[in-house]
Structure formats: structure tokens, C-alpha cells
């Protein structure tokens, strides 16, 4: 069973340019979530999606936006990037992303903003 | 909204027992996951606590205390290859349309054994 695949795996953009990551989740996941991994500020949630529908939000502003297509893939948009969004953005998938399901994530996409 | 504290850094010998410590502040509380993320490699599951106690998986146990908003992953006869860094993360009630649940991650504990 192939795992979660994320695309591209490095990413070099400058200020002001937007930014589309790709998220292929495990076959017959439904639930995908979005992470931004910055040096000691951990995990930080952005969103998930549960059948093509945006489930939860996290605290990042209107500039981060996603979708999920029909077959569970997801992509995840950046637009007007800023220095501050260099992180690494991790990807997520579980079943039905229910109390006590594991996550399964990526390897990431390391975005530099330049 | 949801806060988690547990050490930035942890260093121990190899064999030894090492325990990560997690409190939390949150409300809707569903449960607490750990999580572990070697350099350059992706986080990987290894418990999820729902009720208090402990919970064992061969040299890992995790506990939780829901009374006291705190929890704590054991780390036992530690390898090299248990160097890295790992993460608490609570569940707990939170969605756009009022239901659902998301995972909230702690800033993590980087582990390091040495010889």
C-alpha cells in the first residue's frame, strides 16, 4: 500500500508569488489535513478536509486556502508569500479522521521563500 | 483554544528509561497522541490515549491523567534510534459546522541518546 506522497518535495519561491502543494493520500483515506512545521514551533494545524468538504480550520490567515478533489488528493494554496512562510508543510491522511485514528503523514514539502 | 508544554530538549543514555512529560489546556477534550519524527523524516504514530491509564507498546507506554491535564510518554532500554524528536498532540472537539475534532501538535521534545 503506497503511503502519503507529497509534491513537490522542494519548493524555492520569492515574496509575493503563490504557491500550489500537492497531497496524494493514502488509498481509501478520506481525511486529509494540512500542518506547517516551523523550527521549535511544532506542528502548526492549518486545516482538513473529509470528502471534498473543508471539516476544520486553523488559526493562519485568508492567504492559505485548500481544496480536496474527488478521489481524497488535496492541494493546499499559499498566495502573496511572505519570508515568514519558509516552513515545511506536512501532510496528513486517516480513514474518516476519527477520535483515536492515526495519522499518516508525508514526507512534506520544504518551501523556501526567498 | 488549546495550549500543550513538554520539554524542549531531553537527553539520556543508551538502555536508560526516559519520560517526556505533555500538559495541556483544552476544551473538548477527546484524547492524547504521540507522535515521533526522526531529521528529515515524517512524524509516525505510536499511541493514543482516551481514558486514563497507561497503555503499552513494547518498549513505549504512554500515559494519561484527564484530571490533571497531563500525560507522558516512557521511552524504555533506549536505543541510538530513539533519537529524535516527539510530539504530543491533544484531540479535542473543534470543527467549522460545530462538530468534528482536530489535533492541536505541542512544540515537541528533541530526545538524544548517547552511548
Known amino acids: 500500500k503506497a503511503g502519503v506522497t507529497q509534491t513537490p518535495r522542494y519548493l524555492i519561491k520569492t515574496r509575493g508569488q503563490q504557491v500550489t502543494l500537492s497531497c496524494s493520500p493514502i488509498?481509501?483515506?478520506?481525511?486529509v489535513s494540512w500542518y506547517q512545521q516551523t523550527p521549535g514551533q511544532g506542528l502548526q494545524f492549518l486545516f482538513e478536509?473529509?470528502?471534498?468538504?473543508?471539516?476544520n480550520k486553523g488559526n493562519f490567515p485568508g492567504r492559505f486556502s485548500g481544496r480536496q478533489f474527488s478521489n481524497s488528493r488535496s492541494e493546499m494554496n499559499v498566495s502573496t508569500l511572505e519570508l515568514g512562510d519558509s516552513a515545511l508543510y506536512l501532510c496528513?491522511?486517516?480513514?474518516?479522521?476519527?477520535?483515536?485514528?492515526?495519522?499518516?503523514f508525508g514526507s512534506g514539502t520544504q518551501l523556501s521563500v526567498l | 483554544g488549546q495550549s500543550l508544554e513538554q520539554p524542549s530538549e531531553v537527553t539520556a543514555v543508551e538502555g536508560a528509561i526516559v519520560q517526556i512529560n505533555c500538559t495541556y489546556q483544552?476544551?473538548?477534550?477527546?484524547?492524547l497522541s504521540w507522535y515521533q519524527q526522526h531529521d528529515g523524516g515524517a512524524p509516525t504514530f505510536l499511541s493514543y490515549?482516551?481514558?486514563?491509564g497507561l497503555e503499552e507498546t513494547g518498549r513505549f507506554s504512554s500515559f494519561l491523567s484527564r484530571s490533571d491535564s497531563y500525560g507522558y510518554l516512557l521511552l524504555q532500554e533506549l536505543q541510538m534510534k530513539d533519537s529524535a524528536s516527539y510530539f504530543c498532540?491533544?484531540?479535542?472537539?473543534?470543527?467549522?459546522?460545530?462538530?468534528?475534532?482536530?489535533?492541536?501538535f505541542g512544540t515537541g521534545t528533541q530526545l538524544k541518546v548517547e552511548l
Open positions: 496528513a491522511s486517516s480513514f474518516r479522521g476519527n477520535l483515536g485514528e492515526k495519522l499518516f
Open positions: 488509498s481509501g483515506h478520506r481525511s
Open positions: 478536509y473529509f470528502s471534498e468538504t473543508q471539516r
Open positions: 483544552t476544551s473538548g477534550f477527546y484524547g
Open positions: 490515549n482516551a481514558l486514563d
Open positions: 498532540a491533544v484531540r479535542a472537539r473543534g470543527g467549522l459546522t460545530g462538530g468534528g475534532n482536530k489535533l492541536t
